[in-house]
C-alpha cells in the first residue's frame, strides 16, 4: 500500500463541529482551500494508495519521519506565490530540501493585478526560485494554475512547468455538466453572491452586493474567510476584517440580520447547498468553482492574476471587475454566460491533468481506481455540520453550544497555565543555583539559563497565545 501525504486542512472524512473547526482553522483561513484539497484527495485515493491529511502541519524537524512513512508528498497550492505567503513557503522549502521522497506540486499560482505584473513579485523572487528548485529536484515537473504563473517561473529559466489548472475541477473526473436551469433570472431566482474582503474594500463589489441585495429577496451570500466564519458562528470581530462593515459576514449588515448569508467548513455541504441555487457570481474563484462543481452556472468577476488565468485557462464565464458596468445585474450575467467551452473542453484538461500524474508517478482513481465510488459512498454515510449561519437567535440549543465548547477551553488553558507555571518554577529554581550559567551545546557554542528559560517557557506561551487570539 503506498502512503500519500497530502498538505490539507483535513480529511473530507472528518467531521468536526463548527467551534473546534473554528478553533484548529481546518480551512487554513479560507473555506475555498478544502475544495482542492478534498479534490486531490479523492482522485489520488486508489486501491492501493493510502491519502493522508498533514493538517497543514509544516515541520522540518519532522522530514526524516515522513521519509520513513510516507512514499510521496503531495502538496496542491493556490496563490503561494504572493507577499504574505513567502514565509510559509520559506518554511516548506526547508522541509522539501529535507525529504528523499518524491514531491508534487498541483497548481500553484502567482498571484499579481489583473495586467499580469510580475513586477509585484520580484522581492519574493529568491524563495520562489528556492522552492521551485527543490520540488523539481523531487519531480518531473511543476504544476500550475494557468499562463500567467507558466510565463513567470519560465522567466526565471525553469522548464519542466505545466498548466494544469486546479484539481478542484476535477472533482468528478472527466464528467463536467452545468446548465441552466431556467431561461432566466427573475426577482424570485435563487442567487449565490461572493466577494473577497479586498473586492468588497476597494474594487466596488460592495456596490454589487448592495444593488443585487435590493433587486433578489432570494440572495444569499457565501463567505469563505476564518473570520467570516467566526463574526457568523460568534459575532467576533477582533480580526482588522471586523472593521468592514459592507461584508454581509458584518452583524451590521442588512443581510447578516436576514439570515441570508452562509460559511461552509465542509465542502460536500457547500456543493450539495448550491445545487439548490438557480445561480452563482462574485469575486471568489473557489465560490463558484464550488457552484460548477454543483452544476449549477456561475460567473466570476475576476479581480487578480490567480483568478483570471484560472478563468482563462478553464473557459469558465468571467467578467473583469474594473470593467463591469455601473449597474451590474446577475440576470445579465446569466444570459451572457455560455458553458459551451467550459463543458466541451473538460476532458482534454482532465487527460492533461492525469497525464501530468502519471509523469509524476501518482496514480488516479479514474484511470486506476473505481472512479472515486467508495470515496462518495464513505462521504454519504457521513453526517457533516451544515453551514453556519448568522447568530441572531438566542435559544438554549445554540447558547448551550456555544457555552459548552467554551467551557472546555477553559478547562485545556487552565491545564496549560498549570504545567507553564510548573515550567517557570523549574526554570527558575535552575537560574537560582550557584551553578555555571552557560552550558555547552553540541556545536561548542554556549546557551544561558535565562535563554533556555525563555525557550522552555516562551515557546508554549506563544502558542497559547496564538490559539486563543490574545
Not at 53 to 61: H, Q
Not at 84 to 100: C, D, H, M, N, V
Not at 291 to 297: C, D, V, W
Not at 400 to 428: H, W
Request: hydrophobic fraction near 35%; include cysteine.
Amino acid at each position: 500500500m503506498k502512503r500519500i501525504l497530502l498538505r490539507s486542512g483535513k480529511s473530507p472524512y472528518d467531521v468536526i463541529p463548527v467551534e473546534e473547526a473554528l478553533h484548529r482553522d481546518v480551512i487554513a483561513t479560507n473555506s475555498g482551500n478544502l475544495i482542492f484539497s478534498d479534490a486531490a484527495h479523492k482522485i489520488l485515493e486508489t486501491p492501493d494508495a493510502e491519502v493522508v491529511s498533514n493538517r497543514m502541519r509544516i515541520d522540518p524537524a519532522q522530514a526524516g519521519r515522513i521519509n520513513e512513512e510516507y512514499d510521496a508528498f503531495v502538496v496542491p497550492l493556490a496563490n503561494a506565490f504572493r507577499l504574505s505567503f513567502e514565509p510559509a513557503l520559506q518554511k516548506l522549502t526547508r522541509l522539501i530540501t529535507k525529504l528523499k521522497i518524491p514531491v508534487v506540486v498541483l497548481g500553484v499560482g502567482a498571484q499579481s493585478s489583473l495586467d499580469y505584473d510580475p513586477d509585484k513579485l520580484r522581492s519574493m523572487e529568491t524563495s520562489v526560485r528556492a522552492f521551485v528548485s527543490a520540488v523539481l529536484d523531487r519531480s518531473a515537473t511543476i504544476g500550475v494554475r494557468g499562463e500567467f504563473t507558466e510565463k513567470y517561473l519560465k522567466d526565471m529559466g525553469f522548464r519542466d512547468v505545466e498548466v494544469i489548472g486546479c484539481p478542484s475541477m476535477f472533482m468528478h473526473g472527466k464528467e463536467l455538466g452545468v446548465h441552466k436551469r431556467v431561461p432566466g433570472l427573475t426577482t424570485d431566482s435563487r442567487i449565490a453572491i461572493n466577494g473577497s474582503h479586498s473586492a468588497v474594500r476597494s474594487q466596488g463589489m460592495d456596490q454589487v452586493i448592495r444593488r443585487t441585495h435590493e433587486r433578489y429577496p432570494n440572495l444569499c451570500y457565501i463567505g469563505q474567510n476564518l473570520s467570516d466564519a467566526r463574526q457568523l458562528h460568534w459575532r467576533d470581530l477582533s480580526h482588522p476584517n471586523g472593521r468592514i462593515t459592507a461584508m454581509p459576514t458584518h452583524p451590521d449588515h442588512p443581510m447578516y440580520a436576514e439570515d441570508k448569508v452562509r460559511l461552509y467548513i465542509d465542502p460536500i455541504t457547500w456543493i450539495n447547498d448550491l445545487r439548490e441555487v438557480d445561480f452563482s457570481f462574485g469575486s471568489r474563484i473557489h465560490g463558484n468553482i464550488a457552484a460548477l462543481l454543483a452544476g449549477t452556472p456561475a460567473t466570476v468577476l475576476t479581480a487578480d492574476s490567480r483568478t483570471l488565468e484560472l478563468c482563462r485557462y478553464f473557459d469558465i464565464p468571467h467578467q473583469r471587475i474594473d470593467r463591469i458596468a455601473e449597474d451590474l445585474d446577475p440576470a445579465r450575467l446569466y444570459e451572457q454566460a455560455d458553458f459551451t467551452k467550459l463543458v466541451g473542453g473538460h476532458q482534454e484538461r482532465f487527460e492533461r491533468f492525469t497525464a501530468f500524474l502519471d509523469k509524476n508517478g501518482l496514480k488516479n482513481t479514474f484511470t486506476h481506481g473505481d472512479g472515486g465510488v467508495a470515496f462518495e459512498q464513505r462521504m454519504r454515510k457521513l453526517t457533516f455540520p451544515p453551514g453556519i449561519r448568522p447568530w441572531n437567535d438566542t435559544d438554549l440549543i445554540s447558547l448551550t453550544t456555544r457555552f459548552g465548547f467554551l467551557q472546555s477551553r477553559i478547562v485545556q488553558l487552565s491545564k496549560d497555565n498549570a504545567q507553564l507555571k510548573r515550567e517557570v518554577a523549574k526554570a527558575k529554581a535552575g537560574a537560582d543555583k550557584p551553578t555555571p550559567v552557560a552550558k555547552a551545546t553540541a556545536d561548542g557554542s554556549s546557551t544561558s539559563v535565562i535563554r533556555r528559560a525563555r525557550r522552555a517557557v516562551g515557546r508554549p506561551l506563544r502558542r497559547t497565545r496564538q490559539t486563543d487570539g490574545q
